[in-house]
């Protein structure tokens, strides 16, 4: 599951409703299954985490209170924010020359001088990690927020829950977090995380000043 997925209750779970039993959090997502709303938009609006209503979807769907809602093509590039590429057609980039080619017969210049190697650039001091910072840069790289918010919890489950623990982060606020995290191997575990998932690495932008 990638929480892009549509579900929709079953003609089992309308025969069976009033014999089911559950408690209200799962009911609170259950019934939120309506054939319209992707996984991860019905966890946010039944106010269940990601982490938490996997299990439960795939709970439903193993008793077939569910079924996945097929869409359409015009759905899924809205809900991903994807080019229509049957519209715009494929575009072929020009190549990108590295080394422009020696006329034929001409002798390369030799050089008889060695420059001297430059000297790597000290970084600047940073200091504490901005949760919220963080979790905004995520936000941004998919252009949807409900996109946005569920690739926030991938990157977050990649993450040691130890190292949170150890710095008193028990859940991740998708807005105005304004938690700091000043343990050098919870930095370095976080952008693991968003360097795995996103391809991405963290900007400076994301650390206080020092």
């Keep these: 599951m990638t929480g892009t997925e549509i579900y929709k209750r079953t003609d089992v779970y309308e025969s069976t409703a009033r014999s089911i039993r559950l408690h ?20 946010l609006s039944a106010e269940v985490s990601f982490a938490h209503a996997l299990p439960l979807t795939q709970k439903f769907l193993d008793q077939g209170w569910i079924e996945e809602q097929p869409i ?3 759905q899924y590039l809205k809900r991903t924010g994807a080019p229509n590429v049957a519209a715009i057609g494929s575009v072929v980039p020009s190549a ?14 030799i050089s008889t001088t060695t420059a001297p190697a430059a000297a790597p650039a000290a970084k600047p001091p940073r200091g504490a990690m901005r949760l919220g910072a963080v979790v ?22 990649r993450v040691p829950p130890e190292l949170l623990q150890a710095e008193d982060i028990v859940s991740v606020h998708l807005v105005n977090d304004t938690s700091l995290i000043r343990t ?12 795995e998932v996103t391809k991405r690495a963290l900007p400076d932008g994301v650390f206080a000043p020092a």
């Design 24 to 43: 209200a959090p799962e009911w609170k997502l259950l019934l939120a299954y309506d054939g319209q709303r992707s996984m991860a938009e019905v966890a």
């Design 72 to 74: 359409t093509l015009e």
């Design 96 to 109: 990108v020359v590295l080394h422009e080619p020696q006329p034929e017969g001409a002798t390369p210049p």
């Design 136 to 157: 905004d840069y995520i936000t941004s790289l998919t252009g949807n927020v409900s996109l946005g918010q569920l690739l926030v919890y991938r990157v977050f489950l």
């Design 184 to 195: 050098e191997s919870l930095q370095q575990a976080i952008a693991n995380a968003v360097n």
